[in-house]
């Protein structure tokens, strides 16, 4: 995984447990893992697009703040050729209503990470 949007760092590694807990979910991988082990399929996610809600700006501004957002690009090789098997676009954002349930960063996140697991 790559964080190449700016600032989009800062959910690398929530982005890379909600995709792994995804792919261990759907039940049609053996073995899902990070890592150098031997595999043969490989991910690779980058971070495109990031835009974080702090809660200040949601309390102060309310859904005027906008939504949080992740967007990724993700290519899945096959490790033995190299070859790309498949590439998509997933991307996630919450809702922007303060009030709202899944306005935070995790339901973008969470969201992207769906996208990313039923289309792999």
Not at 24 to 34: D, F, I, M
Not at 57 to 69: C, D, P, Q, S, T
């Amino acid at each position: 995984m790559n964080a190449v949007a700016k600032d989009s760092g800062d959910v690398l590694a929530d982005l890379r447990v909600a995709v792994l807990g995804q792919l261990e979910a759907t039940g049609r991988y053996s073995k899902v893992s990070v890592g150098p082990e031997p595999s043969d399929l490989v991910i690779m996610i980058d971070i495109v697009k990031y835009a974080k809600v702090t809660t200040g700006e949601r309390i102060l501004v309310g859904a005027l703040a906008g939504r949080n957002r992740v967007g990724t690009s993700v290519k899945v090789v096959q490790s033995s050729t190299n070859a790309t098997v498949k590439s998509f676009e997933a991307n996630g954002e919450s809702a922007a209503h303060p009030f709202s349930s899944e306005s935070g960063l995790s339901d973008a996140i969470r969201e992207v990470a769906k996208q990313i697991s039923a289309a792999s």
